[in-house]
């Protein structure tokens, strides 16, 4: 590579209603301001795996291992024609959502969460975690339609026990989602730009 500089993957994750695509549109649109190069994207993508996860979960006819083979085909695609493409021309990227949302969701459906990390190995791995830790009594506040099996109290109890788990594996900040909003916005830019001024 020389000196062509790779850009760093910022990955947003939480339970359902933690705020994740509202502070990542935010880091965005601030980091852009402050004239970073810098993309935003998420998962499941908009691609076809990506749409058939959202129609599929919605009706509620995916086994945990569908599901996690359909992230897989979905991840696949969007690392070889967008994450890595991004990173070599030197973009930051902040992806709401990535594998560690598989390691939680399809691991609190009972598959081995490090049998998913595993199956996710060759995939780029986060320079940077930002997890928005919320209560899910407070998160199904937030959300107004619960439409998949997803969305309850229990299920995202136990999502959240396995994020906590598996944190350490990355370099992370856990934000307090709880808390007001621009305070979180005020700590996931600052952890952000620490992460960059490393170089």
Do not use: W
Not at 1 to 14: D, F, N, Q, R, Y
Not at 71 to 88: A, T
């Amino acid at each position: 590579m020389g000196k062509h500089k790779i850009g760093k993957l910022v990955v947003l994750e939480g339970i359902d209603g933690a705020g994740k695509s509202t502070i990542g549109k935010f880091l965005y649109e601030e980091l852009s301001r402050r004239g970073i190069s810098c993309v935003f994207t998420r998962e499941p993508t908009d691609g076809r795996y990506g749409r058939e996860l959202r129609e599929r979960i919605k009706k509620g006819n995916l086994t945990p291992q569908e599901e996690l083979d359909l992230f897989l085909k979905d991840r696949e695609e969007h690392v070889k024609n967008f994450i890595v493409p991004q990173m070599e021309r030197g973009k930051l990227i902040i992806c709401d959502r990535y594998y560690l949302s598989n390691c939680a969701y399809q691991g609190a459906r009972g598959i081995d969460p490090e049998e998913i990390l595993k199956k996710n190995r060759n995939f780029p791995a986060p320079d940077l975690v930002i997890f928005l830790d919320i209560i899910p009594e407070k998160a199904l506040e937030r959300k107004k339609n619960l439409l998949t099996h997803f969305e309850n109290r229990d299920f995202l109890r136990r999502v959240r026990e396995l994020y906590l788990k598996i944190l350490p594996l990355f370099r992370f900040v856990n934000i307090n989602a709880s808390n007001s909003l621009g305070f979180v916005k005020k700590l996931a830019l600052s952890a952000v730009l620490d992460l960059i001024n490393e170089g």
